[in-house]
C-alpha cells in the first residue's frame, strides 16, 4: 500500500462517487485534470486504486487523449487552431509566428514556463477564423503580425483576461 | 398516465405563453459556442450595465443562434405582442442602440436588423428572406433553434417536445410499430455512413441479451463541420426524446451520450437538460407513469478523432483506450460493456423523434427518392456567409454557394473558388468547377470519388494551395491514428512524409506513384479511419494533378527544404517597412528608415506578420507559380 498523504486523500475525495466497470474512467480523469491542470504519477495511481485498474492502463488511456497534460502547465496556454478555415487564412503563418516568439514547438511549453502552446481543433467557429484559443477564450480574426504582438504581449507577462477582445467598433460581419 | 404528461404540458403552456408574450420588451442573446467566440460575454455585461444605469424596463434573456454565424453576436428584441427582431452583429458599443430600439424608439437599431422572427415590423424583412437562407425549405430539426431557451424544457414541450414520447407510451405504437416508422420514413444515420436507423435498430431488438444500451455518438470531430453542436447546445431535448423512442423501440435501458470535449456548452447543456427531463418525469424511472424506464448520461471526451468510431467511442465509454477494433462483431452483438449496443448520431435520433411526431410520410415530403428528409449543414471556408442551415436532401450546390454569398465557381472571377470539401478528413476534395453537377445527396459525391460525410462543408478558394491542404490533412490523419495497425499508422505517416518533402521542394517524380501505393496499402487498414484515409489524396491527385505536378516540377536543392513561399524586400519607398522590421518575431529584415532594407531569406520562418502590415514594401512570392512561368517562357 503506498503511503497516505494529504495529496491522495485530497485526490481520493474528488473520485468521490465514481465505480469500477461503469464506465468513469474519463470523468475522473476531467475531475483531476480541471482540479489540478495535469495528471500526475500519483493521479493515476489513485484512479487505478478507484476503478480497480491496474496503473499502466491509466497510464495507457491518459497518454491516448490529447486533451490531458502529465506535467503541470504554465500559467497560460494558447491552443492554436488547426482546422480548414484557419489554414485557409494564414493559420501556418501564425503558427510560425507564435513557435518563433515563444520560442518552442507547437505541443511544447515555452522554455520560460510562461505558455503552453497546443494544438486545437476546429470547435465550428470558423466565422472567426484565423483563431487561437487563450485560456480557453477565442481570440479570431488574427493575423500574423497580431499573433507577434498578442505572443509577446503574454511572453512579457502581460494578463491574458486583457488581450485579445474584438475591437469594439468593428463587427461590421462582411457579407450582410 | 397521460395524465402525467398532460400536467407538465399545462405548466409548460403557461411558462412558454408568459415568454412569447413578455409583459415588457426582452433583449435575448444569443447564447452558444460561437457567439461566444464573437464576445457574447462582454455583450451582455455591457446590456446589464446600460440596463441598469438607464434604469431601463427592459429584461433579458437568451436564446441560440439563428445559423448566421457571421453576424455574431446575435440578439432578439421581444416585444409583449409577441413580434421578435434578430439583430447583429450586436458589439457591446451597440446595445445602447437596441435598448432604444427595445424602448420604442422604431428604426434606432435599423442598421443591425437581419429580419423579423415573428409578427411584422415596418421596413424590416421577414427573416426567411435573407439570402442566406435562400436554399432553405421548412425548418424541421432547427425549429425551435434561435425560438426558444434552450435551457427551458417548458419550451420544449409546449412547442409539441415530450408529445410523441408521451402517445407512444400510450401504446399508441409498440416497439416493432416504431421500428417499421423509421424505417418507412427512410430514415438514414447522419454521421456519414447512411445506414437506415430502423434497420440497425431491428439488430438491437433481436439480441439475445436484455441488458442493452444506446449510444449517441456527440464526438463530431470532423474539422469544419458544427451540425450536431447547434442540436446539442440549441435544442436539447430532442436529442433525448429520439434516444427514448429508440430504447423503446429496441428495448434499452441506458444510454451514453459521448460528447466531444471540445463543446463545454454542448455538454453543460445536455446535462442540465437530463437533470430536467427527470424531474419532469420524462427520463429515468416509469415515464411519464409508464413501465417504460430509462436513464441517460453525457461522457465527456478528451480530444481523440477516432473515438467518432463507434467501436472506439465504445472503447473509450468502458475505461480503454479509445481504439477501434475490427467489425465484427458489431455493437448490436458486443458493444458497450460487451453488451448489446446501438449507436446512432445525434441528428439521427432527433430526426427519429420527428418521424414519430409527425409520421413516415411527412418525413419524405422533403429530400430525394433516395435522400428522404432534411440535414443541417455547417459551411465555412473562402466564403461571406459562415453559419449552419438545415436543407433537403438535394439541394443543388450552385444555390447554396450563391447563398453564402462572395465567392463563385468562374475562375478568374473575384472569389473565384478552387475546391469545396465536404465532410471532414475523411471524405473528399473536389473542384468547384463540378458544383453545376453536385447536389447535396450521397450519390452526388460518391459519383466522384467523394463522400459527402456528416454535413460539414468547407469552401476553398482558388489563392489557396491543394498540396498544403493536402497536407494539413494528412497530418491530422496521422496524428489521430490509434496506432493498431500497421497500414493506418504508417501508411499516414508516409503520406505525411511525401506531402511534406514535396511542399519543401524536394518533390520526386515518383512520388505519385508513392502516394497511389500508399492509398492502396491503407485500404486494408482494420476500421475507416484508415480505410478512407486516402480519399483527399487521390481525389487531389485526379482532379488537381497539374498543381501537384507543378509541385513536384519546381523541386530545386537550392531550396534547401524552405518550401516554395518567399518573402522579400519589393518597394523600399513603402514606409511602413520599418514597422515590418519590428514585427518580424526572428529579426530577418534588417534596415532603417534611411533605406536599404533586406529580407534573410534563410532566417524568415515565412509567418507573413512583414507582409500583414506592410503589403507594398514586403512581397509574397509563390515559387511554384514562378517556376511554372518560367518553364513556359
Ligand atoms: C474515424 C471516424 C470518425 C467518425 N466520427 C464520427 C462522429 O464524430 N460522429 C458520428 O456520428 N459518426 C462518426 N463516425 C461514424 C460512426 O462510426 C458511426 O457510423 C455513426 O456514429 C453511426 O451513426 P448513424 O448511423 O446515426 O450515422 C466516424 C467514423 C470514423 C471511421
Ligand atoms: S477552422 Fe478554425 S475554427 Fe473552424
Redo the contacts with the bound molecule.
Keep these: 500500500m503506498p503511503l497516505e498523504t494529504e495529496a491522495r486523500a485530497e485526490l481520493r475525495a474528488l473520485l468521490d462517487g465514481l465505480r469500477p466497470d461503469d464506465g468513469d474512467l474519463l470523468e475522473a480523469l476531467h475531475r483531476i485534470h480541471h482540479r489540478y491542470g495535469h495528471i500526475s504519477r500519483e493521479a493515476m495511481e489513485v484512479v487505478a486504486e478507484r476503478l480497480r485498474l491496474t496503473p499502466a492502463h491509466v497510464y495507457g488511456a491518459t497518454t491516448y487523449y490529447a486533451d490531458f497534460r502529465t506535467t503541470p502547465p504554465p500559467p497560460v496556454t494558447v491552443a492554436w487552431c488547426s482546422g480548414p478555415a484557419c489554414r485557409l487564412r494564414n493559420a501556418n503563418g501564425i503558427r510560425a509566428a507564435f513557435e518563433a516568439v515563444f520560442d518552442c514547438a507547437l505541443g511544447e511549453d515555452s522554455p520560460d514556463g510562461r505558455v503552453a502552446f497546443t494544438l486545437g481543433q476546429c470547435n465550428g467557429t470558423c466565422e472567426q477564423a484565423p483563431q487561437v484559443w487563450l485560456q480557453e477564450r477565442v481570440v479570431g480574426k488574427l493575423t500574423a503580425a497580431r499573433a507577434v504582438e498578442l505572443a509577446r504581449a503574454l511572453r512579457e507577462g502581460e494578463d491574458p483576461e486583457t488581450l485579445g477582445w474584438p475591437d469594439d467598433a468593428s463587427g461590421d460581419g462582411a457579407g450582410g | 398516465m397521460a395524465g402525467a404528461y398532460d400536467a407538465l404540458r399545462e405548466r409548460a403552456d403557461a411558462a412558454w405563453e408568459a415568454w412569447r408574450h413578455p409583459e415588457r420588451p426582452r433583449i435575448d442573446l444569443a447564447w452558444d459556442t460561437s457567439s461566444l467566440a464573437a464576445g457574447a460575454g462582454r455583450v451582455r455585461e455591457a446590456l446589464e450595465a446600460q440596463v441598469a444605469e438607464r434604469g431601463a424596463a427592459v429584461d433579458t434573456g437568451v436564446t441560440h443562434g439563428y445559423g448566421l454565424q457571421w453576424l455574431q453576436p446575435l440578439a432578439t428584441i421581444h416585444w409583449p405582442d409577441g413580434t421578435r427582431v434578430l439583430y447583429g452583429p450586436v458589439t457591446p458599443g451597440r446595445v445602447g442602440l437596441l435598448l432604444d430600439e427595445a424602448a420604442g424608439l422604431v428604426g434606432a437599431a435599423a442598421e443591425l436588423a437581419v429580419g423579423v422572427l415573428s409578427g411584422s415590423r415596418p421596413g424590416i424583412p421577414a427573416i426567411g428572406e435573407h439570402p442566406f437562407l435562400a436554399c432553405e425549405d421548412e425548418r424541421r430539426l432547427l425549429k425551435r433553434i434561435g425560438h426558444s431557451d434552450p435551457g427551458e424544457i417548458d419550451h420544449y414541450v409546449a412547442t409539441g417536445g415530450y408529445h410523441a414520447l408521451s402517445r407512444m407510451l400510450d401504446r399508441h405504437h409498440g416497439p416493432d410499430a416504431v421500428r417499421q416508422l423509421q424505417q418507412d420514413a427512410q430514415l438514414l444515420?447522419?454521421?456519414?455512413?447512411?445506414?437506415p436507423?430502423g434497420v440497425?435498430w431491428n439488430f438491437l431488438a433481436g439480441a439475445a441479451d436484455e441488458e442493452r444500451y444506446l449510444v449517441c455518438?456527440?464526438?463530431?470531430?470532423?474539422p469544419g463541420a458544427w451540425v450536431?453542436r447547434v442540436l446539442l447546445e440549441g435544442d436539447p431535448h430532442v436529442v433525448i426524446e429520439g434516444m427514448l423512442i429508440a430504447a423503446h423501440a429496441t428495448g434499452a435501458i441506458h444510454g451514453f451520450i459521448y460528447i466531444r470535449n471540445e463543446y463545454p456548452l454542448a455538454i453543460e447543456r445536455m446535462r442540465d437538460a437530463i437533470a430536467a427531463a427527470e424531474e419532469a418525469g420524462a427520463l429515468g424511472a416509469n415515464i411519464f407513469g409508464s413501465d417504460f424506464s430509462c436513464t441517460l448520461e453525457v461522457i465527456a471526451g478528451a480530444g481523440a478523432?477516432?473515438c467518432?468510431?463507434?467501436t472506439?467511442?465504445i472503447a473509450s465509454i468502458q475505461d480503454d483506450r479509445g481504439m477501434?477494433r475490427i467489425k465484427p462483431p458489431f455493437p448490436a452483438q458486443s458493444g458497450v460493456f460487451y453488451k448489446p449496443t446501438n449507436?446512432?448520431?445525434?441528428e439521427?435520433y432527433a430526426s427519429a423523434a420527428l418521424v414519430l411526431e409527425h409520421g413516415a410520410e411527412w418525413y419524405r415530403e422533403l429530400g430525394t427518392p433516395t435522400n428522404a428528409g432534411t440535414k443541417i449543414f455547417s459551411f465555412s471556408g473562402d466564403i461571406a456567409r459562415t453559419g449552419f442551415m438545415e436543407l433537403p436532401y438535394g439541394v443543388a450546390m450552385d444555390d447554396v454557394i450563391d447563398a453564402l454569398g462572395g465567392a463563385t465557381t468562374r475562375s478568374g472571377a473575384p472569389g473565384a473558388l478552387k475546391a469545396i470539401q465536404p465532410g471532414g478528413p475523411?471524405a473528399g476534395y473536389l473542384p468547384a468547377g463540378l458544383s453545376g453537377s453536385l447536389t447535396l445527396e450521397r450519390e452526388a459525391f460518391a459519383e466522384h470519388g467523394a463522400l459527402i460525410g456528416?454535413g460539414g462543408i468547407v469552401f476553398v478558394g482558388e489563392d489557396a494551395n491543394s498540396i498544403e491542404l493536402n497536407l494539413m490533412f494528412a497530418e491530422f490523419l496521422e496524428d489521430e491514428s490509434c496506432g493498431r495497425c500497421t497500414t493506418c499508422h504508417h501508411g499516414n505517416q508516409r503520406m505525411t512524409e511525401v506531402f511534406r518533402r514535396v511542399l519543401a521542394g524536394g518533390g520526386r517524380p515518383e512520388d505519385r506513384h508513392n502516394l497511389e501505393m500508399v492509398g492502396d496499402a491503407l485500404q486494408y487498414s482494420n476500421?475507416?479511419?484508415g480505410s478512407?484515409s486516402p480519399t483527399i489524396m487521390r481525389n487531389t491527385l485526379r482532379f488537381f494533378s497539374e498543381e501537384f505536378d507543378a509541385h513536384v516540377a519546381a523541386a530545386d536543392t537550392r531550396l534547401a527544404g524552405r518550401g516554395f513561399v518567399r518573402y522579400r524586400v519589393a518597394d523600399q519607398d513603402d514606409p511602413r517597412l520599418e514597422s515590418a522590421r519590428l514585427i518580424c518575431p526572428v529579426d530577418a529584415i534588417r534596415g532603417s528608415p534611411r533605406g536599404g532594407y533586406t529580407l534573410d531569406e534563410t532566417t524568415c520562418v515565412r509567418c507573413g506578420a512583414c507582409h500583414d502590415l506592410a503589403p507594398r514594401g514586403i512581397a509574397r512570392d509563390d515559387l511554384v507559380a514562378l517556376a511554372a512561368a518560367r518553364a513556359v517562357t
Excluded: M, Q, R
Design positions: 444515420g447522419k454521421g456519414g455512413a447512411f445506414f436507423a440497425k455518438n456527440a464526438d463530431e470531430g470532423d450536431n478523432y477516432v467518432g468510431e463507434e472506439g467511442l477501434p449507436v446512432n448520431n445525434v439521427t475523411l456528416a476500421c475507416v479511419h478512407a
